[in-house]
Nanobody
Framework: VQLQAFGGGLVQSGGSLRLSCAASGRTFSRYIMGWFRQAPGKEREFVAGISWSGGTSDYIDSVKGRFSISRDNAKNTVYLQMSSLKPEDTAVYYC?????????????????WGQGTLVTVSS
């Protein structure tokens, strides 16, 4: 499966953005989807993940209550709605797909990756 993430940009602290990740292929619904991020000088970290059906999701503690992951299997797309953004959310955000069981929080458990989209939150 090929993934393409978009929707990043520059936003002020407290603002919102919605990231999208479009997947190719007809088996999108069989993949667990995740969003990861990598800030300058830091390791890539798990942000949010969602199960095949969208019925189960999980988040890193620092974004709980502010970010929401969802998916539309008919459109082969996964979304990350980000609200109340903080400067520390500044990073390149990546979407990823895992062709195995839920949950998965480590990047080495994901099989396919998008190219990343930059989110910059100004103070």
């Amino acid at each position: 499966v090929q993934l393409q993430a978009f929707g990043g940009g520059l936003v002020q602290s407290g603002g919102s953005l919605r990231l999208s990740c479009a997947a190719s292929g007809r088996t999108f619904s069989r993949y667990i989807m995740g969003w990861f991020r990598q800030a300058p000088g830091k390791e890539r970290e798990f942000v949010a993940g969602i199960s095949w059906s969208g019925g189960t999701s999980d988040y890193i503690d620092s974004v709980k209550g502010r970010f929401s992951i969802s998916r539309d299997n008919a459109k082969n797309t996964v979304y990350l709605q980000m609200s109340s953004l903080k400067p520390e959310d500044t990073a390149v955000y990546y979407c990823a797909a895992r062709a195995s069981s839920w949950p998965a929080y480590s990047d080495n458990r994901y099989d396919y990756w998008g190219q990343g989209t930059l989110v910059t939150v100004s103070s």
